[in-house]
Nanobody
């Protein structure tokens, strides 16, 4: 059975850091493009960062220089290191796995507020 389970969301102050994790099971993780998305209240879900099976990385302009995506194929896990967090980063963060289909996790809440 396919699972993507995000963790690491929390409430932090502006300027703080968080590391999100997404643990995968039930499919060949190393073959898949892994992505982080976010959805803020009243807004559309947006792609934040992605990493290919070969390690090619893409970031949304809004997070470049602050967020770092990485993957550990031995642990079937993708990470999102988030530094310099801003209130506009407040959202539910989802990971997805894409190849011939797209698989989604349930999301983890990140709140940035003073």
């Amino acid at each position: 059975q396919v699972h993507l389970v995000e963790s690491g969301g929390a409430s932090v102050q502006p300027g703080g850091s968080l590391r999100l994790s997404c643990a995968a099971s039930g499919f060949t993780f190393s073959d898949y493009y892994m992505n982080w998305h976010r959805q803020a209240p009243g807004k559309r879900r947006e792609l934040v960062a992605s990493i290919s099976s070969g390690g090619h990385i893409h970031y949304a302009d809004s997070v470049k220089g602050r967020f770092t995506i990485s993957r550990d194929n031995a642990k079937n896990t993708v990470y999102l290191q988030m530094n310099g967090l801003k209130p506009d980063d407040t959202a539910v963060y989802y990971c997805s796995a894409a190849l011939y289909n797209t698989l989604w996790g349930q999301g983890t809440q990140v709140t940035v507020s003073s």
